[in-house]
């Protein structure tokens, strides 16, 4: 089925942000404008603003109040409401999905995609395929999970999900993209809190770590598609167009970093490329239980502060302690913090 992106402008792959340019914090935004995105947001979601609270961890006043502008949503509660809402982060801030003051912007086809003017019903349920998909492939990986299970899951017919969707390969291209809104409302959420550029970075790269439950299916979605980009020219582009976002990412931070006299002498391109392939590298090792979370948060963030910043922050050292190196990480680590769940989500 033909759907239409998120907004009508097409933000160009080369649109760094101006080091000039004024970044916006979650902090200065409360209009009426933002609190009638947040209520319309709520309205074509499909699901009842109590069971939204819900479902994000907010009691019904406290969600009332920030739906009204009366309270701000903290970073957390931001990310969560526009993970079980469909909508961006971007969107419900600035009335765009390609808004890049905080991070890189991705391209609108790097998104999932959406039909505004299709049923409410409809919509819904297609994200709810493309959501349960998610959960399937990074849990089961690509060739264990069929079109039956996906159904199944998402609580559909099979012709529902052949509707939607012409094969498994575009199911999955779309899981790829909702792996792209994850980080990208996340790091809007998150960034937009932080004013100096070398404690934004680093809690940049710590955002993205394989740690908690929702990031290690990311990055299971991650590996299998450079997997499957290894061999065939589709997926080498779907990976190339979601890719250069998290690369412009690391490289506006980087930059700011390097334009606020924070940095020692380094070539830009060159740190941008070193940081990610070590993030990535690691990223694989944590996955294939070679090595721990901790023990990548902490090689990471000495590298950062031994390769690239002027001054280390406090307390950042290397742990060369024996109970930390290669020891195989627990997928099912119990998350303590709150993470939506799709599968719960009732309609209004």
Known sequence: ???????????????????????????????????????????????????????????????????????????????????????????????????????????????PARNPGAPRERERSRRRIVEEAWDLFSQHGYERVR?????????????????????????????????????????LSELGEIDDPASRLRALVQMQLPEKPVLRREWSIWVQMWAAAATDETARAEHENSYSRWERTMRDQIRDCIDAGLCRPVVLDDAVLQLTGLIDGLGIRVLSGLLTPQRMRTAVLHWIDGQLLLDPAPGDSIDTSPNDTNTPDTPNTPDTTHTPDPSERTAS
């Open 147 to 187: 079109m039956a299970d996906i159904a199944k899951a998402a609580e559909v017919s099979a012709p529902a999900v052949h509707y939607h969707f012409t094969g498994k390969w575009e199911i999955f291209a779309e899981a790829m993209r909702y792996s792209v809104k994850l980080a990208y409302d996340r790091q």
């Open 1 to 111: 089925m033909d759907t239409q992106r998120q907004d009508d402008a097409q933000p160009g792959d080369e649109g760094l942000t101006s080091p000039q340019a004024p970044r916006r914090t979650t902090r200065s935004i409360r209009s009426p404008e933002v609190s009638a995105r947040f209520r319309s947001a709520v309205g074509g979601s499909g699901i009842a603003q109590r069971e939204i609270g819900r479902l994000i961890g907010m009691d019904e006043s406290k969600l009332s109040k920030s739906l009204s502008g009366q309270r701000r949503f903290q970073s957390d509660e931001l990310f969560d409401f526009a993970t079980v809402t469909g909508v961006t982060v971007s969107w419900l801030l600035t009335g765009t999905d390609s808004d890049d003051q905080l991070t890189a912007a991705p391209a609108l086809s790097a998104l």
